[in-house]
């Protein structure tokens, strides 16, 4: 629930979570995504209001397309898979969000970079 956040307090909590997030409507239009100078994935600001195709090489787009259609119709909710970028470990999900009825009201992606995450043994609190 966030009624009552103002939007600064919203805007800081999307800047502090520790994954990059994207938000694209019902049209696939890009609407936010937080992180602009630390994302695993840069873009130009100047995508904002710009289909999410122009945000991904050409040989992806078919995939991309499919998982968006497959939002809409109700055939999926969530698609996730990691990839190796630059060193690095990536988690990637997408979640398709929806109104209270089920209808679709755009799609939610994440992208973590778990490289050290995955190295990760045992339990360990750290307060300092």
């Known amino acids: 629930m966030i009624e009552g956040l103002s939007r600064k ?12 997030i994207t938000f694209v409507d019902e049209n696939d239009i890009v ?10 994935f840069q873009r130009p600001l100047s995508l904002l209001g710009k289909p999410i195709q122009q945000c991904h090489p050409d040989h992806t787009l078919d995939e991309l397309n499919q998982i968006l259609s497959d939002f809409r119709s109700g055939q999926r909710d969530l698609v996730e898979f990691w990839k190796d970028v630059e060193g690095r470990k990536v988690h990637i999900r997408y979640f398709a969000l929806r109104d209270k009825d089920g209808r679709y009201l755009g799609t939610l992606g994440i992208d973590q970079d778990i ?3 995955k190295k990760l043994e045992g339990e360990e609190v750290n307060l300092d």
């Open 9 to 20: 307090q919203l805007s800081a909590i999307l800047e502090a979570v520790p994954v990059d």
């Open 31 to 40: 609407r936010l995504w937080n992180k602009h100078d630390k994302r695993i």
């Open 115 to 117: 490289t050290e995450i």
